[in-house]
Structure formats: structure tokens, C-alpha cells
């Protein structure tokens, strides 16, 4: 497949779990409430990612086991009845309660479908309650998105109109401009998912074609496909060559002129390009290693070298959809090592090992990484800033930019004391 060599690992993991998703969630949906089922550490976890949030009643929740629940299961169930009546009470303009499941032991021992189901049956619709797990075990910090929108495709109303799905949080107004531009192209009908009100949620059906956003929905776009839905098959929308490519997907699904897309597309190109080329030429010839964390590391991989000149020594993802990363694979230069999995100790001697100008990955390998004089970059900060489209190509290359920079400010001073 493609020019990438493509490995597998097993081992210890280093990664955010999937709770972390919660923050853009709720931020995108805001009638929707997320109460995470866990333990102190996940109550920790999500107030320390959410930062501020927590201090002005926060949209989401954690619904704390306290050690006399351990004991038994109907208190654990009381306890989550408990929790919910009080909620739905103070905050009576939440629509669709989420319920978070997460890894102690104890919350794994609580089958949350049931619940769901049993407070669908005494809420009689006026509260949807759904539910996912974002736990560690299961899942890296993307896939909570993954897992909240699979939860919601049963709510999708049917419909056989022909539309094209936009699939995948992004900022709303990347989101905004990446409509205009389809609408420019020609195509009228466009919706959203997740939907800016979770309870407006787009219909689905055999007239839909699904254009994924974002390429860690993987179960999401199963169960679209399952509706009925056709999945565009394409690369992502980063960077200036993957955010055209994934345009002319689905300015080919819906037949559109080639011509006419090279007039709306052709001046953005032109100016993007413009603006990356002052990055370019501090990243180009770097080294860059990739570490398994948001399975956005194929589609970065791929901009960074192809348009910013990047050499890639590893690309690691946690989970590869071979699937729908094959237009993304196909990029890759030919014998790109593309490794699946974790194992974090033999991935950090690697990086060690190939001493790589930039490494990518999660907040708690980085301080280590760059104790030791080796540049980081958080792969969290990825999802939290707007890098979708031809326009964004440029402010995507400048959060490479920024450590090498850093550094090279950091040298120039350590050689000027010397
Ligand atoms: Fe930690 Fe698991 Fe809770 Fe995530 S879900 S914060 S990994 S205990």
C-alpha cells in the first residue's frame, strides 16, 4: 500500500484517554451534557484539561464512585440515579446526556446501555441519555469523539435526499468557510455532525455522502455506512495539498466541473503556498518523529514533508485504519516507517537512538524529551487549533515552526554567553 512500510507494536502506552474529547465536545454541543462515570483521576483529568471551565459549572460532570460503592452494584446505580435527578434538576436546558463510562474496575462492572435505557424510560424523552466509554483501556483521546458520535448515528433521522455530510468536530469557523467554499462549488445541500445543537441532528441515508473531517472515525463511519451513507474516500483536510485533494473528493462525488473548481480553488492554493514558504524554509530539511497519540500523525506526516520538506523519521499512530488512511499512505514517500501501536519505552530509544529535530507527541513524554535537548511539539494542541483547509496550511506549519524556533533562539543565547 502505498510507499509506507507499515509495522505493529505492542507494550505500555502513554496517551490521553479518550475523556479528553469531552472538552471539544461540549464546547461544540452545548444543550449536550457529559457525565463522565469515574474515579477522582478522571475527575482530575477533566478538570485540569478543561482549565477554567470547572470554575463557572461546567458542561459535563463527573459522577464520583466513592469506596462504599465498590461494595456493591445497586449502590454504584443509586448513586448514578442519584447524581442524574440532581443534574437534570439544576440544569433543565440539557437535551442529551452523555454517560461517560472510564476504567476503574468498578465502573467497567457497570453495564451503562442499561442505565441509559432505564433513564431513557423514566426521562420519556424529554432528556436523550446515551452512552460511550472513554476509557484509557479502550481508547486514546480522539477516539471519545469517535465513541460519543457512534452513539448518536441511532438518533439520525432517515432520509434518502441527497446531501453532503460534513463528519468530525471542527472549529466553527474553519467549519463556516469549508461550507462557503462547497457552496461556491455548487454543492447546496451540506450538514454537519455532530451538529451545533445535539438535538439537531442531520438525517442519513443512501443520498448521503460522508466526508470525513477528521481520521479517527473509524467506528462513526461505520456505522454512517451501515445507514446507507457513501464514504468519500480521501485524504485530510490538512494542509494545503490534502485540503484540495479532499475538496476535489467530493466535488467528484457530486459531479461538479473540473473547471469550475480550479477557478475557486486555484487563487487559495496560490495564496496559501505564499504564506507557508517563509515556515518552509525553517523546517525544511529537519527531522521529524512522530509519536502515537491522535491519529492525525499520518495526514501531519504527509503535509510536513510534502510541503514543508520535513525528512520523517518515524510515523507512529496509535490505531491504523488501513481503509480510510489509503489515499493518506499512498502520499507518504516511498518506505516511510509507519508504526501501529505503543510500546513507549522502545519508541523513546528509538527517538533517542535517531536524535530527530522534532518529536510530536503527548504532553507527558514531552518535559522528559526536552530535558534531554530534544525539541517537542504537544500533539494535543493539534485538535485544539484551527488547522482544517487550504487557508489554515500556513498556521499549521507555524506550530511546527514555533519549538524549532524556540530553540534555535535558545542556541544562539547559550553560544552568545559562551
Ligand atoms: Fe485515567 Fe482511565 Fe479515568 Fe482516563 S478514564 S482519567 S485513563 S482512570
Not at 451538529?195 to 443520498?207: A, E, K, N, V
Request: glycine fraction near 8%.
Amino acid at each position: 500500500m502505498g510507499g509506507a512500510t507499515l509495522l505493529k507494536e505492542t507494550g505500555p502506552r502513554e496517551v490521553f484517554c479518550g475523556l479528553t474529547s469531552i472538552v471539544w465536545l461540549h464546547r461544540r454541543m452545548p444543550d449536550a451534557f457529559f457525565l463522565v462515570v469515574g474515579s477522582r483521576t478522571c475527575a482530575h483529568l477533566i478538570q485540569s484539561a478543561a482549565g477554567v471551565m470547572i470554575f463557572a459549572e461546567p458542561r459535563f460532570g463527573t459522577a464520583i464512585l466513592e469506596e462504599r460503592d465498590l461494595a456493591g452494584l445497586a449502590d454504584a446505580h443509586d448513586e448514578l440515579d442519584r447524581v442524574v435527578k440532581d443534574l437534570l434538576a439544576r440544569r433543565p436546558e440539557i437535551r442529551t446526556l452523555f454517560l461517560v463510562g472510564s476504567c476503574p474496575s468498578e465502573v467497567i462492572k457497570i453495564d451503562l446501555a442499561r442505565v441509559a435505557e432505564r433513564l431513557n424510560g423514566v426521562l420519556k424523552g424529554n432528556v436523550r441519555v446515551l452512552n460511550y466509554s472513554g476509557s484509557g483501556i479502550e481508547t486514546t483521546f480522539t477516539q471519545g469523539e469517535d465513541g460519543a458520535l457512534k452513539a448518536l448515528v441511532p438518533l439520525m433521522p432517515n432520509s434518502e435526499e441527497s446531501q453532503l455530510l460534513l463528519v468530525g468536530t471542527l472549529a466553527n469557523p474553519v467549519e463556516d468557510r469549508l461550507i462557503n467554499l462547497f457552496r461556491r462549488l455548487g454543492i447546496e445541500n451540506i450538514k454537519s455532525f455532530p451538529p451545533r445543537q445535539s438535538t439537531d441532528l442531520p438525517t442519513i441515508g443512501s443520498g448521503t455522502k460522508v466526508l470525513l473531517t477528521q481520521p479517527y472515525l473509524t467506528d462513526t463511519a461505520r456505522v454512517l455506512k451501515d445507514r446507507g451513507a457513501e464514504i468519500i474516500k480521501a485524504p485530510f483536510p490538512l494542509g494545503v495539498e490534502g485540503s484540495r485533494l479532499w475538496m476535489e473528493a467530493a466535488a467528484n462525488a457530486f459531479s461538479i466541473n473540473k473547471s469550475l473548481v480550479d477557478s475557486i480553488l486555484n487563487p487559495l492554493v496560490l495564496r496559501s503556498r505564499k504564506a507557508l514558504a517563509p515556515y518552509k524554509e525553517l523546517l525544511s530539511g529537519k527531522r521529524l518523529f512522530l509519536l502515537p497519540e491522535s491519529q492525525l500523525e499520518i495526514p501531519l506526516a504527509r503535509f510536513l514533508h510534502h510541503e514543508c520538506g520535513m525528512e520523517l523519521v518515524e510515523v507512529g499512530v496509535p490505531y491504523l485504519n488501513r481503509d480510510l488512511m489509503q489515499p493518506e499512505l499512498e502520499l507518504l514517500p516511498h518506505e516511510t516507517l509507519v508504526v501501529e501501536g505503543q510500546h513507549v519505552e522502545k519508541q523513546l530509544d528509538r527517538v533517542r537512538e535517531k536524535n530527530p529535530d522534532l518529536v510530536v507527541c503527548g504532553m507527558g513524554l514531552a518535559n522528559p524529551l526536552e530535558a534531554e535537548g530534544i525539541s517537542t511539539k504537544w500533539s494535543i494542541e493539534l485538535v485544539f487549533s484551527p488547522i482544517h483547509g487550504i487557508d489554515q496550511a500556513a498556521d499549521l506549519a507555524e506550530l511546527f515552526s514555533r519549538p524549532l524556533h524556540r530553540r534555535n533562539l535558545l542556541t544562539q543565547k547559550t553560544l552568545v554567553q559562551v
